[in-house]
Protein backbone atom coordinates (compact mmCIF):
# COMPACT_ATOMS: atom_id res chain seq x y z
CA UNK A 1 0.00 0.00 0.00
CA UNK A 2 1.45 3.24 -1.28
CA UNK A 3 1.56 6.24 1.50
CA UNK A 4 -0.90 8.27 -1.01
CA UNK A 5 -3.30 5.23 -0.19
CA UNK A 6 -2.70 5.21 2.95
CA UNK A 7 -3.31 9.15 3.23
CA UNK A 8 -6.72 8.70 1.65
CA UNK A 9 -7.93 6.11 3.86
CA UNK A 10 -6.78 8.27 7.06
CA UNK A 11 -8.98 11.28 5.49
CA UNK A 12 -11.55 9.08 4.49
CA UNK A 13 -11.52 7.90 7.82
CA UNK A 14 -11.17 10.75 10.03
CA UNK A 15 -14.31 12.19 7.94
CA UNK A 16 -16.56 9.63 8.43
CA UNK A 17 -15.79 10.07 12.08
CA UNK A 18 -16.46 14.00 12.04
CA UNK A 19 -19.51 13.11 9.93
CA UNK A 20 -20.82 10.28 12.87
CA UNK A 21 -19.52 12.19 16.04
CA UNK A 22 -21.67 15.16 14.81
CA UNK A 23 -24.58 13.01 13.64
CA UNK A 24 -24.69 11.04 17.20
CA UNK A 25 -24.82 14.71 19.03
CA UNK A 26 -28.16 15.72 17.30
CA UNK A 27 -29.66 12.38 16.52
CA UNK A 28 -31.77 11.58 19.60
CA UNK A 29 -32.70 15.66 19.78
CA UNK A 30 -34.31 15.65 16.28
CA UNK A 31 -37.43 13.60 15.55
CA UNK A 32 -36.71 14.30 11.37
CA UNK A 33 -33.82 11.24 10.79
CA UNK A 34 -33.73 12.24 7.01
CA UNK A 35 -33.46 16.06 7.91
CA UNK A 36 -30.76 15.69 10.51
CA UNK A 37 -28.49 13.45 8.17
CA UNK A 38 -28.45 15.52 5.20
CA UNK A 39 -28.37 18.22 7.22
CA UNK A 40 -25.04 17.32 8.74
CA UNK A 41 -23.92 15.56 5.87
CA UNK A 42 -23.70 19.40 4.36
CA UNK A 43 -22.15 20.79 7.36
CA UNK A 44 -19.19 18.34 7.11
CA UNK A 45 -19.46 18.53 3.27
CA UNK A 46 -18.28 22.88 4.28
CA UNK A 47 -15.78 21.42 6.34
CA UNK A 48 -14.21 19.50 3.78
CA UNK A 49 -14.48 22.06 1.43
CA UNK A 50 -12.33 24.51 3.91
CA UNK A 51 -9.85 22.18 4.95
CA UNK A 52 -8.97 20.89 1.21
CA UNK A 53 -8.79 25.17 0.59
CA UNK A 54 -6.90 25.78 3.26
CA UNK A 55 -4.57 22.80 3.66
CA UNK A 56 -4.60 22.51 -0.15
CA UNK A 57 -3.77 26.01 -1.47
CA UNK A 58 -3.69 28.86 1.61
CA UNK A 59 -1.22 26.73 2.94
CA UNK A 60 1.56 25.77 0.23
CA UNK A 61 1.01 28.68 -1.68
CA UNK A 62 0.52 31.43 0.79
CA UNK A 63 1.62 30.49 4.20
CA UNK A 64 4.39 28.62 3.01
CA UNK A 65 5.80 31.67 1.10
CA UNK A 66 5.94 33.86 4.20
CA UNK A 67 3.31 35.51 3.34
CA UNK A 68 1.58 35.36 6.93
CA UNK A 69 -0.88 38.78 6.19
CA UNK A 70 -1.97 37.41 3.04
CA UNK A 71 -2.97 34.19 4.35
CA UNK A 72 -5.17 35.06 7.42
CA UNK A 73 -7.00 37.41 5.33
CA UNK A 74 -7.64 34.62 2.54
CA UNK A 75 -8.24 32.35 5.38
CA UNK A 76 -11.31 34.57 7.08
CA UNK A 77 -12.65 35.21 3.34
CA UNK A 78 -13.03 31.84 2.98
CA UNK A 79 -15.16 30.75 5.79
CA UNK A 80 -16.93 34.09 5.15
CA UNK A 81 -17.93 32.43 1.68
CA UNK A 82 -18.36 29.03 3.23
CA UNK A 83 -20.74 30.37 5.82
CA UNK A 84 -22.19 32.73 3.35
CA UNK A 85 -23.16 29.00 1.30
CA UNK A 86 -24.42 27.20 4.60
CA UNK A 87 -26.68 30.57 4.72
CA UNK A 88 -28.27 30.99 1.45
CA UNK A 89 -28.65 26.29 1.41
CA UNK A 90 -30.27 27.19 4.77
CA UNK A 91 -32.47 29.56 3.39
CA UNK A 92 -33.37 28.00 -0.12
CA UNK A 93 -33.51 24.58 0.66
CA UNK A 94 -33.63 23.47 3.98
CA UNK A 95 -36.11 26.15 5.35
CA UNK A 96 -38.57 25.26 1.94
CA UNK A 97 -37.95 21.36 1.88
CA UNK A 98 -38.09 20.53 5.65
CA UNK A 99 -40.60 24.07 7.10
CA UNK A 100 -41.77 22.06 10.45
CA UNK A 101 -38.07 21.73 11.47
CA UNK A 102 -37.77 25.49 10.84
CA UNK A 103 -41.26 26.71 11.97
CA UNK A 104 -40.17 27.56 15.79
CA UNK A 105 -36.87 29.27 14.60
CA UNK A 106 -36.82 33.17 12.95
CA UNK A 107 -36.23 32.95 9.59
CA UNK A 108 -32.72 33.68 7.98
CA UNK A 109 -32.31 36.74 6.69
CA UNK A 110 -29.37 36.36 3.96
CA UNK A 111 -28.00 40.48 4.39
CA UNK A 112 -28.11 40.35 7.31
CA UNK A 113 -26.18 36.80 7.94
CA UNK A 114 -23.96 38.60 5.39
CA UNK A 115 -23.08 41.56 7.07
CA UNK A 116 -23.61 40.58 10.80
CA UNK A 117 -19.83 39.89 12.45
CA UNK A 118 -21.92 38.59 15.82
CA UNK A 119 -22.98 35.38 13.17
CA UNK A 120 -19.45 35.24 11.59
CA UNK A 121 -17.48 34.68 14.81
CA UNK A 122 -20.54 32.61 16.52
CA UNK A 123 -20.33 30.01 13.65
CA UNK A 124 -17.02 30.15 13.39
CA UNK A 125 -15.43 27.48 15.18
CA UNK A 126 -17.97 24.47 14.16
CA UNK A 127 -16.67 25.27 10.58
CA UNK A 128 -12.70 25.49 10.86
CA UNK A 129 -12.43 23.26 13.72
CA UNK A 130 -11.79 19.66 11.56
CA UNK A 131 -9.40 22.08 9.57
CA UNK A 132 -7.13 22.93 12.60
CA UNK A 133 -7.29 18.98 13.36
CA UNK A 134 -5.98 18.23 10.55
CA UNK A 135 -3.34 20.96 10.66
CA UNK A 136 -2.18 20.01 13.71
CA UNK A 137 -2.31 16.14 12.79
CA UNK A 138 -0.19 17.27 9.57
CA UNK A 139 2.43 19.74 11.99
CA UNK A 140 2.81 16.95 14.20
CA UNK A 141 3.55 14.24 11.10
CA UNK A 142 6.17 17.14 9.46
CA UNK A 143 7.94 17.59 12.84
CA UNK A 144 8.69 13.85 12.94
CA UNK A 145 9.73 13.51 9.72
CA UNK A 146 12.25 16.41 10.04
CA UNK A 147 12.99 14.65 13.15
CA UNK A 148 13.82 11.13 11.58
CA UNK A 149 15.50 13.05 8.81
CA UNK A 150 18.02 14.98 10.82
CA UNK A 151 18.58 11.55 12.99
CA UNK A 152 19.07 9.51 9.58
CA UNK A 153 21.62 12.15 8.55
CA UNK A 154 23.44 12.18 11.52
CA UNK A 155 24.34 8.53 11.43
CA UNK A 156 25.26 8.70 7.87
CA UNK A 157 27.40 11.42 8.09
CA UNK A 158 28.73 9.31 11.16
CA UNK A 159 29.35 6.17 9.28
CA UNK A 160 30.91 8.05 7.01
CA UNK A 161 33.14 9.67 9.39
CA UNK A 162 33.70 5.95 10.65
CA UNK A 163 34.81 4.81 7.68
CA UNK A 164 37.62 7.37 7.37
CA UNK A 165 38.52 6.82 10.66
CA UNK A 166 39.18 2.90 10.81
CA UNK A 167 40.94 2.86 7.33
CA UNK A 168 43.48 5.61 8.32
CA UNK A 169 44.25 3.53 12.02
CA UNK A 170 44.50 0.61 10.34
CA UNK A 171 47.02 1.88 7.57
CA UNK A 172 49.15 3.20 10.86
CA UNK A 173 48.76 -0.39 12.59
CA UNK A 174 49.41 -2.66 9.28
CA UNK A 175 52.73 -0.49 8.98
CA UNK A 176 53.77 -1.70 12.48
CA UNK A 177 52.96 -5.31 11.81
CA UNK A 178 54.69 -4.93 8.13
CA UNK A 179 58.10 -3.29 10.27
CA UNK A 180 57.87 -6.36 12.43
CA UNK A 181 57.58 -8.84 10.12
CA UNK A 182 61.07 -7.39 8.24
CA UNK A 183 62.69 -7.78 11.46
CA UNK A 184 61.18 -11.31 11.64
CA UNK A 185 60.29 -10.39 15.43
CA UNK A 186 59.24 -13.28 17.73
CA UNK A 187 56.61 -10.38 18.70
CA UNK A 188 54.65 -10.59 15.44
CA UNK A 189 51.85 -13.41 16.82
CA UNK A 190 51.09 -10.78 20.00
CA UNK A 191 51.02 -7.90 17.65
CA UNK A 192 48.46 -9.97 15.28
CA UNK A 193 46.78 -10.96 18.25
CA UNK A 194 45.87 -7.45 19.21
CA UNK A 195 44.95 -6.06 16.07
CA UNK A 196 42.74 -9.24 15.67
CA UNK A 197 40.82 -7.71 19.48
CA UNK A 198 41.19 -4.39 18.10
CA UNK A 199 39.60 -4.88 14.52
CA UNK A 200 36.81 -7.48 16.03
CA UNK A 201 35.75 -4.59 18.32
CA UNK A 202 35.80 -1.96 15.47
CA UNK A 203 33.94 -4.14 13.14
CA UNK A 204 31.08 -5.86 15.57
CA UNK A 205 31.48 -4.29 18.60
CA UNK A 206 30.36 -0.21 17.37
CA UNK A 207 27.40 -0.57 16.07
CA UNK A 208 25.83 1.21 18.26
CA UNK A 209 26.24 5.06 18.73
CA UNK A 210 27.21 4.93 22.32
CA UNK A 211 28.87 1.70 23.89
CA UNK A 212 30.28 1.15 27.32
CA UNK A 213 33.12 2.85 28.91
CA UNK A 214 34.97 -0.35 29.87
CA UNK A 215 35.07 -1.80 26.01
CA UNK A 216 36.89 1.68 25.26
CA UNK A 217 39.44 1.81 27.28
CA UNK A 218 40.06 -1.98 26.61
CA UNK A 219 40.25 -0.85 23.08
CA UNK A 220 43.08 1.75 24.34
CA UNK A 221 45.00 -0.77 26.47
CA UNK A 222 45.38 -3.26 23.35
CA UNK A 223 46.16 -0.31 21.20
CA UNK A 224 48.79 1.05 23.66
CA UNK A 225 50.15 -2.67 24.24
CA UNK A 226 50.56 -3.02 20.42
CA UNK A 227 52.84 0.04 19.54
CA UNK A 228 54.36 -0.47 22.93
CA UNK A 229 55.37 -3.50 21.09
CA UNK A 230 56.64 -1.53 18.16
CA UNK A 231 58.68 1.14 19.71
CA UNK A 232 59.85 -1.13 22.75
CA UNK A 233 61.90 1.05 25.29
CA UNK A 234 61.66 4.16 22.88
CA UNK A 235 58.37 5.02 24.95
CA UNK A 236 57.08 5.31 28.13
CA UNK A 237 53.49 4.98 28.82
CA UNK A 238 51.48 6.05 31.54
CA UNK A 239 47.73 5.21 31.58
CA UNK A 240 45.42 5.82 35.02
CA UNK A 241 42.10 5.41 35.33
CA UNK A 242 39.49 6.07 37.80
CA UNK A 243 36.04 5.77 35.97
CA UNK A 244 32.77 4.98 37.01
CA UNK A 245 31.60 1.49 34.75
CA UNK A 246 28.12 2.28 34.23
CA UNK A 247 28.57 5.19 31.75
CA UNK A 248 28.78 5.47 28.23
CA UNK A 249 30.70 7.04 25.33
CA UNK A 250 30.44 6.95 21.55
CA UNK A 251 33.22 4.54 20.12
CA UNK A 252 36.29 5.30 18.82
CA UNK A 253 36.50 8.69 19.98
CA UNK A 254 39.57 8.52 22.55
CA UNK A 255 41.50 6.35 20.17
CA UNK A 256 42.33 8.99 17.83
CA UNK A 257 44.06 11.34 20.26
CA UNK A 258 46.37 8.34 21.59
CA UNK A 259 46.93 6.88 18.15
CA UNK A 260 48.22 10.76 17.39
CA UNK A 261 50.09 10.77 20.54
CA UNK A 262 52.29 8.22 19.40
CA UNK A 263 52.09 9.12 15.08
CA UNK A 264 53.55 12.63 16.02
CA UNK A 265 54.89 12.60 19.23
CA UNK A 266 56.54 9.14 19.44
CA UNK A 267 57.46 7.79 15.78
CA UNK A 268 59.94 10.43 15.01
CA UNK A 269 61.70 10.59 18.19
CA UNK A 270 65.51 9.62 18.35
CA UNK A 271 65.55 9.56 22.27
CA UNK A 272 62.64 8.01 24.72
CA UNK A 273 59.58 9.64 24.45
CA UNK A 274 56.69 10.00 26.86
CA UNK A 275 52.72 9.51 26.69
CA UNK A 276 50.76 10.70 29.93
CA UNK A 277 46.95 9.50 29.30
CA UNK A 278 44.60 9.89 32.54
CA UNK A 279 40.55 8.85 31.88
CA UNK A 280 38.40 10.09 34.93
CA UNK A 281 34.71 10.37 34.75
CA UNK A 282 32.23 11.92 37.82
CA UNK A 283 28.60 11.21 37.72
CA UNK A 284 28.01 12.46 34.40
CA UNK A 285 31.01 13.61 32.74
CA UNK A 286 33.96 12.03 31.84
CA UNK A 287 37.33 13.85 31.31
CA UNK A 288 40.28 12.35 29.31
CA UNK A 289 43.64 14.01 29.52
CA UNK A 290 46.48 13.31 26.72
CA UNK A 291 50.44 14.52 27.27
CA UNK A 292 52.90 13.42 24.87
CA UNK A 293 56.40 14.77 24.38
CA UNK A 294 57.39 15.97 20.98
CA UNK A 295 60.76 14.85 19.28
CA UNK A 296 63.51 17.67 19.67
CA UNK A 297 63.67 20.12 16.83
CA UNK A 298 60.05 19.56 15.89
CA UNK A 299 58.68 22.75 14.15
CA UNK A 300 55.58 23.84 15.91
CA UNK A 301 53.48 23.62 12.08
CA UNK A 302 54.13 20.24 12.19
CA UNK A 303 52.48 19.59 15.86
CA UNK A 304 49.61 20.81 13.60
CA UNK A 305 49.13 18.02 11.75
CA UNK A 306 47.07 16.12 14.75
CA UNK A 307 44.54 18.31 13.37
CA UNK A 308 44.35 16.22 9.94
CA UNK A 309 42.35 13.61 8.80
CA UNK A 310 41.63 11.88 12.45
CA UNK A 311 41.56 14.99 14.43
CA UNK A 312 38.90 16.86 11.60
CA UNK A 313 37.19 13.91 12.06
CA UNK A 314 36.85 13.21 15.52
CA UNK A 315 36.06 16.93 16.18
CA UNK A 316 32.98 16.43 13.72
CA UNK A 317 32.27 13.10 15.08
CA UNK A 318 32.06 15.76 19.25
CA UNK A 319 29.73 17.99 17.08
CA UNK A 320 27.22 15.30 16.23
CA UNK A 321 27.86 13.05 19.31
CA UNK A 322 27.90 15.61 22.11
CA UNK A 323 26.29 18.96 20.56
CA UNK A 324 27.23 21.67 23.30
CA UNK A 325 27.92 19.05 25.75
CA UNK A 326 31.66 18.64 24.96
CA UNK A 327 34.96 21.05 25.53
CA UNK A 328 38.19 20.27 23.93
CA UNK A 329 41.37 22.25 24.94
CA UNK A 330 44.31 21.96 23.63
CA UNK A 331 48.11 23.78 24.35
CA UNK A 332 50.52 22.81 22.10
CA UNK A 333 53.83 23.90 22.77
CA UNK A 334 57.77 23.55 21.45
CA UNK A 335 58.56 20.29 24.18
CA UNK A 336 54.59 18.96 24.62
CA UNK A 337 51.30 18.30 23.50
CA UNK A 338 48.63 18.20 25.92
CA UNK A 339 44.62 18.13 25.39
CA UNK A 340 41.96 18.13 27.92
CA UNK A 341 38.39 16.52 26.40
CA UNK A 342 35.34 16.91 28.47
CA UNK A 343 32.20 15.24 27.76
CA UNK A 344 28.90 15.72 29.25
CA UNK A 345 27.48 11.71 29.69
CA UNK A 346 24.43 10.02 30.49
CA UNK A 347 24.22 6.81 32.05
CA UNK A 348 20.94 5.91 30.08
CA UNK A 349 22.24 7.30 26.60
Known amino acids: MTSRTKNILHLTAFWLVMFLYLLSTYWLRENNK??????????????????????????PFILNKKRKALFVIFTLFTIYLMQTLYSIIRINVFEVNFPEVYKMKPPYVLWHRMTSFFAFMNNIMWLVFPTILLVAVKYYQNQRDILALKEQKITTELNMLKQQLNPHFLFNT?????????????KTPEVIAKLSDILDYILYQCEDKYVPIDKEILLLENYIA???????????????????????????????????????????????????????????????????????GSKHTESKKMSAIGMDNIEKQLGLLYPNKYELVVNDNTKNYELELKLKSDENI
Do not use: M, W
Open 226 to 296: LEKVRYGRRVDVEFKKNINHSLKIAPLILLTFVENAFKHGISQELGKGLIQLELLTSENEINFRSKNSKPT
Open 174 to 186: LNNLYALALKKSD
Open 34 to 59: VFITIYIAFKVLLQFLLSVIITQLLI
